[in-house]
């Protein structure tokens, strides 16, 4: 077994945690994606502060919103409303933090395949 070094704090910036459900793995903060824009590929989301999100396309006008919560690195997007497609709510993702964005990929029981291989980067 390893220990951690004494005088260490645990937290450290730039690096992926690895997913687990063990205790002292570090949970992304949803406050560094909140109000802003990120795009991938033909879709762009907004995590609002509110706990409302938006979805738009960026090929046309189909947009989403709906609410969210957020609870140990997974969200649940829950009440959308608009053009969802194919797409079934509730829908539960992990959110795994990247160098520029996020990826949400699938969570216990998540329902997230409409996000899988997205990678959401912050838009310009």
């Given at each position: 077994?390893?220990t951690?070094?004494?005088?260490?704090?645990?937290?450290?910036?730039?690096?992926?945690?690895?997913?687990?459900?063990?205790?002292?793995?570090?949970?992304?903060?949803?406050?560094?994606?909140?109000?802003q824009?990120?795009?991938?590929?033909?879709?762009?989301?907004?995590?609002?502060p509110?706990?409302?999100?938006?979805?738009?396309?960026n090929?046309?006008t189909?947009?989403?919103?709906?609410?969210?919560?957020?609870?140990?690195?997974?969200?649940?997007?829950?009440?959308?409303?608009?053009?969802?497609?194919g797409?079934?709510?509730?829908?539960?993702?992990?959110?795994?933090?990247?160098?520029n964005?996020?990826q949400?990929?699938?969570?216990?029981g998540?329902?997230?395949?409409y996000?899988?291989?997205?990678?959401?980067?912050?838009?310009a």
């Amino acid at each position: 077994s390893t220990t951690a070094m004494p005088g260490s704090t645990g937290t450290t910036t730039g690096t992926t945690p690895p997913v687990g459900s063990g205790g002292g793995i570090p949970v992304p903060s949803l406050a560094n994606y909140q109000g802003q824009q990120f795009s991938s590929g033909q879709v762009s989301m907004m995590l609002k502060p509110d706990n409302t999100f938006e979805l738009k396309s960026n090929t046309g006008t189909d947009t989403v919103q709906g609410s969210y919560t957020f609870t140990d690195g997974t969200i649940t997007f829950t009440n959308a409303k608009g053009d969802i497609g194919g797409a079934t709510f509730p829908m539960r993702c992990r959110l795994m933090p990247t160098s520029n964005g996020f990826q949400l990929v699938e969570a216990s029981g998540g329902n997230c395949t409409y996000f899988r291989d997205l990678n959401f980067r912050k838009a310009a």
